[in-house]
Every structure is written in C-alpha cells, then in structure tokens.
C-alpha cells in the first residue's frame, strides 16, 4: 500500500487539511494519507523543511511526501518533484527541498506547473505519474543548480575557524529551541575545543550527554529545574533547553532569552 504523507500550514481550525485528505483519498482509494504536521507557522518554509527532514527517513521507502507550505497556484509559481534517497518529494520551488538536501543531491529531479486546477487535484496528478513511474509526464528534468536556494539559515563559520554563528530554526511543544548546527559541524570546526556559548545575556560551556546529566553531588536534580542547557536532539543537532521547563509557565527557551524562530547565537572555541 502506497503512503503519502502531508506537511502543510494549514492548521486544524479549517477544512483546508481534511479537504486534501478528502481529495487524495478520492484519488487513490488505497493509499494511506499521514499527517506529518500541519500545525507549521503560516508560511515558515524554514520551519516546514525542518519538520520533513526529520520525519521522512522513518516512512518505508518509495514514500511520497507533499509538502505544501506557503504553497499557491500561480502562473510565477512553480513546482518540482524529487526522488531523494529513495523517498518521493513534491513541493513548491521556494527553497524548502534545497533545506531537505543541503549539500546532497537528489536521485531525480523534474520541474512543473500547474493547469487550470485545484492545488491538490494537481499534486494528485504528480502522484499519479510517481505511482505509474511517468516520470517524462511530469515536466523537466532538471539539476539542483535550477531550483531556488534558501541558504540563510545555514550556520556561518567565523573567525577562521574559531567561531560558530547559528540560528534558530525550530522551536518544540517542549520550548526546546532547535539549533541549525549539527553534531557533525561542532566536532568537526570544534575538534574537541572548549567552548562559550553565548545566546543573549546567557552562556553556556559544555554539552549535556543527555537531559539530567548534572552533578548531582553539588545539588539535587529538581535545584537544577529550569538551568539553560545545549544538548544534541535526536536528530543530532543542537538544542538549547530548560531543564525540566514548562512553556506554559515561562519554562521555555524563548521566554528566559527572547531567542525565536531565525534569531542567531554564537559558538567561540578555545585552545
């Protein structure tokens, strides 16, 4: 059984959401439609492409994943269909695939419009041709140098060498802030340095192995409650926390520092 999964801004207030399910599901009786998330900020391909490129790799493979963030029909607009390692994409040429690829390149790559149609009849149009492998039905085949780059949330590196500039690129139900550095870029420019991370008037100088990883022989772990911690997510990149924080009473990332979604850090190493 085929499975497509949706990431969309669209909410659950609206019909929005359930009316593509409706239209895929009249489509393809037999798929199975999985909601990866459509609670995505109104137009955050930054935050939408996060979100994807986490989930994606745990779907059986020849998945296809449609991602309709800031998505429009247009006669400017434009839309590609990608295979990435083994994995089915179709989104908006706004940036949000070269976020999912970043230095990669994908297995296949065709660019398309729209005709006179309702956006999710046409993305069920493009499934259709993935299903059937019509792939020459679908528009363009073109090269990753063609699709429009987003690269201004990618970590800048400083100083030659000595420095990190990140961002904030996600912010959890936990008030985890989601960093842009992964574990591979810190220990490949840090190579074992010491470190000050400095996020507003705050700093930190090591990494949590793991949430309450905290000398417990200096104070209990509930002392600890609410201390500012990085970490490195499941997903390997790094986060900065509240230990134990509870968004709704102030715990979070964003209310201790003021840091949001594209707000930026720095990462000094030492010798």
Do not use: W
């Not at 499975?3 to 009316?19: C, H, P, V, W």
């Not at 949330?153 to 802030?177: C, F, Q, T, W």
């Not at 409650?225 to 997903?235: D, E, P, S, V, Y």
Request: proline letters at 2%.
């Amino acid at each position: 059984m085929a499975i497509i999964t949706l990431t969309t801004d669209y909410g659950s207030r609206d019909f929005y959401a359930a009316s593509a399910k409706g239209i895929l599901y009249s489509c393809f009786p037999q798929v199975n439609v999985v909601d990866i998330s459509h609670e995505i900020d109104m137009y955050n391909i930054g935050m939408g492409s996060y979100v994807l490129k986490n989930a994606f790799a745990n779907f059986p493979e020849n998945t296809i994943h449609v991602f309709a963030v800031d998505a429009s029909l247009s006669d400017r607009n434009k839309y590609l269909v990608m295979r990435y390692k083994e994995h089915y994409f179709i989104a908006p040429d706004n940036g949000a695939l070269s976020l999912i690829l970043v230095d990669d390149v994908p297995e296949m790559l065709y660019q398309t419009k729209h005709e006179n149609e309702s956006l999710f009849v046409f993305f069920s149009r493009l499934i259709k041709h993935i299903l059937n492998q019509e792939f020459e039905q679908i528009g363009d085949q073109i090269t990753k140098k063609e699709i429009t780059e987003s690269t201004e949330l990618r970590p800048h590196i400083m100083s030659n060498g000595d420095a990190i500039k990140g961002y904030i690129v996600y912010e959890d139900r936990y008030g985890n802030a989601v960093t842009n550095i992964s574990r591979e870029t810190f220990d490949e420019i840090g190579r074992g340095r010491a470190f000050e991370l400095s996020a507003s008037k705050y700093t930190v100088h090591r990494i949590n192995r793991y949430y309450d990883d905290f000398n417990t022989a200096e104070k209990t772990l509930n002392e600890y409650g609410g201390k500012l911690i990085a970490i490195f997510n499941q997903n390997d990149q790094l986060q900065l926390s509240l230990y134990k924080g509870i968004p709704e009473k102030g715990g979070s990332v964003k209310s201790l520092l003021g840091l949001t979604y594209r707000d930026s850090f720095l990462i000094t190493f030492k010798e």
